[in-house]
């Protein structure tokens, strides 16, 4: 159980990368994963997946980059989503950077702060750690990240929705 929920995070945070090769690999691994423990997140990886299915490889970069980078709807930057260029987002990512490293998770070229790779740490914290990043920082700013796409009809909202909701469901059955 533990393995499928660690490999299930992993594939969502791969997920939130921006579209390469073996992208629709990863959305059959989560399908599999996610439907099976999370019923109730299916709805949403549904419609996630419908509205993907829409669309091309360069539409689907498009979208992404018009999502997260360029004019974002939001940021995947947690730090920065909750502290703007405010010295507290430098502490918060000092702290992430800590227990990343005692983690052995590689940042790669991201900040420490980038949401896919917290979806890799989240799953190996120790319940009171994981209780502690989760009702911080990751729910409060997934909240803020949510309130961002009102009115838009973007998929990933979906996909946020569900990250949101495995989070959720985490820290309430420590």
Known sequence: MHKARTELYHALGEVLNY???????????????????????????QKF?????????AELEELYV?????????SLDIGYVLFGEDYKRGVFMAELKKELRAKNID????????????????PILADEEKNTLATHALLPALEKMLGNFKDT????????EIIHHLIEKEIHNV
């Open 19 to 45: 579209p390469m090769n073996g992208f629709n690999g990863k959305l059959k691994e989560i399908e599999a994963l996610l439907c099976e423990e999370y019923r109730d997140a299916c709805v949403l990886w």
């Open 49 to 57: 997946i419908d509205a993907l299915n829409e669309k091309k490889n």
């Open 66 to 74: 018009r999502t997260f980078d360029v004019q974002a709807v939001s």
């Open 107 to 122: 940042c790669g070229s991201e900040l420490p702060d980038y949401l896919p790779n917290l979806m890799h740490l989240i």
């Open 153 to 160: 009809e973007n998929p990933y909202q979906y996909l946020l």
